[in-house]
């Protein structure tokens, strides 16, 4: 069993940095995959990076890629996410999530995470 909880988010302005950090409980931690997600009001959850065990292998959704970072510190079972250069468009309720090893892994696909945080609510004025 794993808890995941959010913390780090917050209102900044556009152009603004913030840093989401998504703590971890449980032993097997080091060797799950791990993704962050949000939901802005009135869309569909939506991926927006992951991260697979050892940190070397990751994916992100286009609108992020340069702007966003997924990181992972095994010592202290806590996932990060950099976020730079927010604009209005990346407001949005942010989950962290996790998957265990399985026969087939996805980085992308919601249903193939077994774990879920409660969210941490991210808004970016203009």
């Known amino acids: 069993?794993?808890?995941?909880?959010e913390s780090g988010g917050g209102l900044v302005q556009a152009g603004?940095?913030?840093?989401l950090s998504c703590a971890a409980s449980g032993r097997t931690f080091r060797a799950y995959i791990v993704g962050w997600f949000r939901q802005a009001?009135?869309?569909?959850?939506e991926f927006v990076a992951s991260l697979n065990w050892d940190g070397l292998s990751t994916d992100y959704v286009d609108s992020v890629k340069g702007r966003f970072a997924i990181s992972r510190d095994n010592a202290k079972s806590t996932v990060y996410l950099q976020m730079n250069s927010l604009k209005p468009e990346d407001t949005a309720v942010?989950?962290?999530?996790?998957?265990?090893?399985?026969s087939y892994n996805s980085f992308r696909a919601q249903s193939a995470y077994d774990y879920w945080g409660q969210g941490t609510q991210v808004t970016v004025s203009s």
């Open 1 to 5: 069993q794993v808890q995941l909880v």
């Open 16 to 19: 603004d940095s913030l840093r």
């Open 41 to 45: 009001p009135g869309k569909e959850r």
């Open 94 to 102: 942010y989950y962290c999530a996790a998957q265990s090893p399985k």
